[in-house]
């Protein structure tokens, strides 16, 4: 059972929610490049030689830590939105963990990839794959008292 908010009676929590991932993924993918060419020079820049592996594990990280410590990555937080979990709680660290793991394994494959941001554009939640199996939703940040 989803408490997050009915997207039927609160359709502000969802207005251009797909939009806003998209933009919210290229602002973290541009952070986490940021990151690993700051962090070269401490690998005696061996790292270029495994820079694809280094934005992983480096990716990686830092979904789980920002995903724990405020239910959003820094794109997502700039974009005033955030992940939420099926009691409409922020995520904790093994919610976190999971979702991040659930997207590795999608932007592994394609097809799952792409299936995900089909479900994001059409469903009712702009919930992708990860979100469904998940529970979770992106959602518009609300208002703070």
Known sequence: M???????????FYEGVPLK?????????TLIALICVLLLPFTAFTGLFFFPLMMLV???AYRVITLSNGSATWGMRLMGMELRDQADAP??????FLHTSGYAVSMAMAP??????VLMATSARCQGLTDMLLGTAALNRRLRD
């Open 21 to 29: 991932r998209l933009l919210a993924w290229l602002v973290d993918v």
């Open 112 to 117: 799952l990839q792409l299936i995900s941001v």
């Open 91 to 96: 995520l904790d660290f093994t919610t976190a």
């Open 2 to 12: 989803l408490r997050t908010p009915d997207p039927e009676t609160h359709p502000q």
């Open 58 to 60: 480096v990716g990686f």
